[in-house]
Each structure stands twice: as C-alpha cells, then as structure tokens.
C-alpha cells in the first residue's frame, strides 16, 4: 500500500491538503465511497496543484448501476452536480462532478481496481519523479500548469519525452537510479 492510497496524509500537509481533508471527512466523500476502493488521486495529493485544481477521487466499480445509483444517491444535490458515462481507453468509464464549498470535486470510476487506471498510475509516477527531482522540477511543473499545461504534457515536456501521447509516454518512463 502506498502512502497515497488514504487520505491521511493530507492531515499534516499544506493548506490546501489541510482544506481538502476537511472537506473529504466533514461530507464523508471516501466513506460514501468506500465500496469502490476510493482513491484521491491528480495535482492535490502531490502538492501541485493551481487555484484551478480539483479534487479528483479515482473508484474502482464491479457494478456499474450500483456505482452510479450510489454516487447519484449521496451527491447528486450538490452544486453542479453531473453525471455522465464515457468510453475512455476502451473501458466503461463513470465521471461525476460537482462542488462542495469552494471544491470542484471529480469522481472518475472503471471497472478497473484503482491500482491499474491511468489516474493513479500517473500520480504514482509523477510522485516519485518529484522525490527524485526535487523541488526545482516541482515548481517548474507548477509553472507549467499556471501557463495552461495540463499535469502528464507539463512532466513529458520537463522530462524530454518525445511522443505524440505524453500520457502514454509517462506511463513507460522509467527513473535512473543516477538521477
């Protein structure tokens, strides 16, 4: 189990970990989700985030009705609350937005566990190039995303990935032990 996998972390982290702990507890989010192995994945957990960052919780759905009548049942009176069904990588896929105080709040589920979907996958990556890289590199994503970059093109383009998918192309990326 990763560090990442609970949202402990974010009791001790910056502000907006703080914040976004608060919000995820006081309206129970994770535990209305917990049947679907409920993960917070994206900029937020690697404290990367810009003022346009959400929450994005990436769940895990055996049953795709279940899922969507329990993300309906508990979120559907929120602000701007939208569901809708998308074919992404060839998998069903279930996206729900909507906001809580000041918290776009994503929940993005697959019939895929949470350990093998492109969200978490990219998060692990990217959070053990920053181990690595450290904070220069960090706050050269962060820079990036302020200039309109979304998160996996921001670390292709740092890291000199040449491909026409930088989301596939950090899937592959690899860490030099010499780094």
């Known amino acids: 189990m990763h560090k990442l996998d609970t949202i402990?972390?974010?009791?001790s982290g910056n502000t907006v970990q703080q914040e976004a702990y608060r919000i995820l507890t006081t309206y129970s989010v994770m535990h209305y989700l917990q049947n679907f192995t409920p993960v917070l994945a994206g900029t937020?957990?690697?404290?990367?985030?810009?003022?346009?960052?959400?929450?994005?919780?990436?769940?895990?759905?055996q049953d795709k009705e279940l899922f969507i009548n329990t993300v309906s049942h508990y979120?559907?009176?929120?602000k701007n609350f939208n569901l809708r069904e998308a074919?992404?990588?060839?998998?069903?896929?279930?996206?729900?937005?909507?906001?809580?105080?000041?918290?776009?709040?994503?929940i993005f589920g697959q019939n895929i566990p949470v350990t093998g979907q492109y969200g978490?996958?990219?998060?692990?990556?990217?959070?053990?190039?920053?181990?690595?890289?450290?904070?220069d590199f960090k706050n050269s994503i962060i820079k990036l995303k302020k200039q309109g970059y979304k998160t996996e093109p921001a670390f292709a383009l740092l890291?000199?990935?040449k491909s026409d998918n930088p989301y596939e192309a950090l899937l592959h990326y690899k860490l030099s032990k010499n780094q």
């Open 87 to 106: 074919d992404i990588n060839g998998h069903a896929s279930v996206i729900a937005n909507f906001v809580i105080e000041d918290f776009e709040i994503e």
């Open 8 to 11: 402990n972390y974010l009791k």
């Open 44 to 61: 937020i957990p690697l404290e990367i985030n810009i003022d346009s960052s959400d929450l994005d919780i990436v769940c895990y759905w």
């Open 120 to 135: 978490y996958r990219h998060m692990i990556i990217e959070y053990n190039i920053l181990q690595q890289k450290g904070s």
């Open 75 to 78: 979120f559907s009176l929120y």
């Open 159 to 161: 890291l000199g990935l």
